[in-house]
């Protein structure tokens, strides 16, 4: 497909339109439509969000006491596996991928849709069926046992049919991931208005556009590997079982090539998310432009070459272990320039403390917190004695749901009058919010001693000493379940007596709030408007708003 | 006369510095340590957490005091001012985290390297051990049949010259078992003696295993199919918990035991005592209760 002009584009095409499902049919349908096919994936992946939610309240029942006593061993293992499996590829990647990505990319880039919108769909519709027969397999076959990395030989030993669904649903899910990917990358790269620079895009664009590279150079290997332990189990090859020859190390190294990158496939696009979100609410331009670029650039570059940091306990050689140490710490200085950047965002601003912007600043504060845990699990020596323990689950918990999650939060309370064309209420917003934040830290801050003081991680017993903290924790964990109620009632509610909200309800100056909420078919009445300056608060109408090249019907044009 | 901003940010800073110097100092997170290793290691986490706390307190003040300064009034609904960038602070926050990773990168390794992670253990150790290694036979097919001498990976652990006690390791679902060549000796439970090295040579049966000592500071990955030599020497004298941090199947979290520190004196009564009559095919029975569940 070559660059549309818009005007091309804009003529409808009769059969679709009939052929197609209207109404709310449509979000069930095999759609097209970018916007449709975001909001399929995010309601999706919120669906699978409230189940690995469940089994997360599982593994926190369990470790209200001591003992293993709620739930069998076996059982305790299937939960963790699926509770990691589900959270990790049903429901952070695809919303803030495919979610966000898909509703979001085409308007950034001024395009009507993505470059190959029949993939995309292809892409969200692999999603439910992976995610139903990875739930499904715990019913039928029972589910996989060794955890979501599935390390041999412990995944050639459990149960096989099991390990063999979980393989061929995470395939699945790769796949969608890949094919999401290539179709951002030429979205961002070929489907860009005429006139519209790289330079000017807003920095989602650049976020996705990283995370994609990442997507498309680090799945394929973790497909292949996947596909060599199936061989492993079915065919009795010996890739990876030392009793045949293999070597379950070289598992590690292909696994974490996909893996770590796999951490700023879920974080990138959630920094992508906030450089949205902190302007708009603190009515000012976003802090270095182009330094953000670079530094997402750059963590892109230094995220394909840390992955060993997960073995420094395998026997990996000395010089391994010191290179790894340096890159892995060296992504701090890009993650530090971001957030420094956004500090400096808000400085001086009129921030509006509203539910979007606490969830945005929280979300600050708990990355802060997970990136310093992180430099420090870097240190070789630091890692030695905390790898596999309740320090990492605390880290990587302050990462991606300290730092993803919030930021998916923040991004709904931002997004949904676009998606809905009606407002969130901010009481129950401001709720959720005290509930989740109190909450997540009282679940994870306690882990961090627990795993310095003994406690290893994928445990259902532990030792008696530890009672106490776990139990703090499992409170926590019980507020963050409660505190998803205010959201869906207000999700819920709002979407029937929501206040209207209007077309630009936060005076925002990015492309998708230059058209009517919820957006027609195609995105804009008219013409794509040229959005040359998306961060252009605090100058003059003229100067920062495209006024006059925002031609459509029913662009913004106030102050 | 008002305060210059100045003169208030450097106290801020300096306050800030030392807090987290204090803080580094005075808060203990860790558990008793006892083992050669584990002070070096408590020297680096002091670092990395006062360096942690003052970040994460700057930080968290900056957000804090930017969101009550500069929260937007009742009825006002203009925007902020048009900042877009500011190179010189720009190269400030790019050189200043470079040089702090920098340092923490150099200070670990010296760290490191001082716990005995750069000891070249693939090189002669290999050779000296491979005499006193039936466990060879057992070992893999593949090791066997391409090389004399089975590879062997060195973990992390500071060696002394003068004499080693040699402990053999064999983790299992779900236990870990240990073997003293020189007493012939096999139990469920470590027992070493204080100021005196040790080395564990570990491996696997079945699925990856880890040996971990909190209070030694001490992990290593125990690998099927490749034999790792993991050398620590306990200073204090109790009795610490043994936990496998890898998991290993069901009864993972039930896979502990229990390390001995002993008075070197009170080590080789153990020794004496628990050494087998003459027939040594008796061994085997000599087996602790294994710590399964």
């Known amino acids: 497909m070559t660059i549309a002009s818009p005007q091309d584009l804009a003529v409808p095409q009769p059969p679709s339109g009939q052929l197609q499902p209207q109404g709310w049919l449509r979000y069930f349908s095999f759609s097209l439509d970018h916007k449709v096919i975001g909001l399929q994936y995010i309601v999706t992946s919120f669906l699978f969000y409230l189940i690995g939610g469940a089994l997360a309240g599982v593994i926190r029942t369990e470790l209200v006491s001591p003992m293993s006593d709620f739930v069998s061993r076996e059982t305790y293992n299937e939960v963790l596996t699926l509770h990691g499996t589900i959270m990790i590829f049903l429901w952070i990647v695809p919303v803030v991928n495919g979610g966000f990505g898909n509703y979001l990319i085409p308007f950034y880039v001024g395009a009507r849709d993505m470059a190959f919108p029949r993939l995309n769909a292809v892409a969200f519709w692999m999603i439910p069926p992976a995610g139903l027969l990875l739930i499904a397999s715990h019913f039928i076959t029972g589910s996989a046992q060794s955890g979501w990395t599935a390390y041999p030989p412990l995944s050639l030993t459990t149960p096989a049919m099991a390990q063999v669904v979980w393989i061929i649903s995470v395939l699945l899910l790769g796949g969608s991931s890949i094919f999401g990917a290539i179709n951002f990358i030429a979205t961002v790269m070929k489907m860009r208005r005429p006139g519209l620079k790289l330079m000017q895009l807003p920095m989602y664009c650049w976020a996705m556009l990283g995370t994609s590279i990442l997507a498309v150079l680090s799945t394929p290997v973790l497909a292949g590997t996947l596909l060599l332990l199936s061989f492993d189990i079915v065919a009795h090859t010996g890739f990876f079982n030392p009793t045949l020859g293999g070597n379950v190390v070289v598992y590690q190294h292909l696994f974490w090539f996909y893996s770590h990158p796999a951490v700023y496939i879920m974080v990138l696009p959630a920094f992508g998310l906030v450089s949205e979100i902190l302007p708009v609410h603190a009515r000012k331009p976003l802090f270095g432009y182009s330094t953000m670029v670079y530094s997402i650039m750059a963590i892109v570059f230094l995220g394909l070459i840390v992955w060993a940091h997960h073995m420094f306990t395998s026997g990996t050689p000395p010089w391994m272990r010191l290179f790894f140490t340096i890159a892995t710490a060296f992504i701090a200085v890009p993650t530090g320039i971001k957030f420094f950047n956004w500090l400096a965002t808000l400085w001086g601003g009129k921030i509006a403390l509203n539910s979007a912007m606490l969830f945005a600043c929280a979300f600050i504060v708990n990355f802060v917190f997970g990136g310093i845990t992180g430099v420090a699990l870097a240190q070789v020596p630091f890692d030695i004695h905390v790898h596999d323990t309740y320090f990492v689950v605390g880290h990587f918990h302050y990462i991606v749901y300290g730092g993803t999650v919030f930021v998916i939060f923040s991004a709904i309370y931002h997004w949904y009058p676009k998606f809905t064309g009606k407002m969130l209420d901010e009481t129950l917003g401001k709720i959720h919010f005290a509930l989740t934040f109190i909450g997540f830290n009282l679940c994870f801050a306690p882990q961090h001693w627990l795993g310095l003081n003994g406690m290893p991680r994928r445990v259902a017993e532990y030792d008696p000493m530890f009672t106490t903290l776990n139990q703090l924790s499992s409170v926590g964990a019980l507020l963050m379940a409660l505190s998803t109620l205010p959201f869906l009632i207000n999700v819920i509610r709002s979407f029937s007596h929501g206040a209207v909200a209007g077309d630009n309800p936060w005076n925002a100056l990015t492309p998708e709030w230059l058209t009517t909420s919820p957006p027609p078919v195609e995105n804009w009445k008219g013409e794509a408007p040229l959005v040359a300056h998306p961060y252009g608060y605090g100058q003059l109408p003229s100067a920062g708003l495209p006024v006059d090249q925002a031609t459509g019907q029913d662009v913004w044009t106030g102050s | ?293």
């Open chain 2, 1 to 293: 006369m008002p305060i210059p901003p100045s003169l208030i940010t450097f106290l801020v800073g300096m306050a800030l510095v030392l807090a987290g110097l204090w803080l580094g100092q005075n808060v203990s997170l860790l558990p008793v340590d006892a083992s050669v290793n584990a002070p070096v290691y408590d020297e680096l986490f002091k670092v990395l957490f006062s360096i942690g706390s003052i970040l994460f307190i700057g930080i968290l003040g900056l957000l804090l005091f930017s969101l009550v300064r500069f929260r937007r009034r009742e009825g006002d609904h203009s925007d902020g001012a048009p900042i877009e960038g500011n190179l010189p602070l720009e190269i400030v926050w790019t050189a200043i985290p470079a040089v702090v990773v920098l340092f923490i990168g150099i200070y670990s390794y010296d760290i490191y390297d001082r716990m005995g992670g750069m000891t070249p253990l693939n090189d002669h150790s290999a050779m000296v051990h491979a005499a006193s290694m039936e466990a060879s036979a057992t070992m893999q097919v593949a090791n066997a049949a391409t090389s004399e001498e089975p590879r062997v990976w060195g973990g992390i652990g500071v060696r002394s010259d003068k004499d080693i006690l040699p402990v053999d390791l064999t983790a299992l679902q779900f236990a870990f078992i240990f073997h003293y060549p020189g007493a012939n000796i096999t139990s469920g439970e470590l027992h070493v003696p204080a100021h005196r090295s040790v080395e564990l040579r570990m491996k696997a049966n079945d699925v990856i295993h880890a040996f971990w000592v909190p209070q030694f500071r001490l992990k290593q990955d125990i690998i099927p199919g490749q034999q790792t030599i993991l050398t620590f020497t306990a200073t204090r004298p109790g009795t610490y918990p043994i936990v496998c941090a890898e998991l290993c199947g069901p009864y993972h979290g039930g896979m502990r035991s229990s390390v001995v520190v002993h008075e070197p004196d009170d080590f080789e009564a153990w020794l004496q005592k628990n050494s087998p009559a003459p027939p040594p095919t008796a061994s085997v029975a000599q087996l602790d209760v294994l710590p399964v569940a």
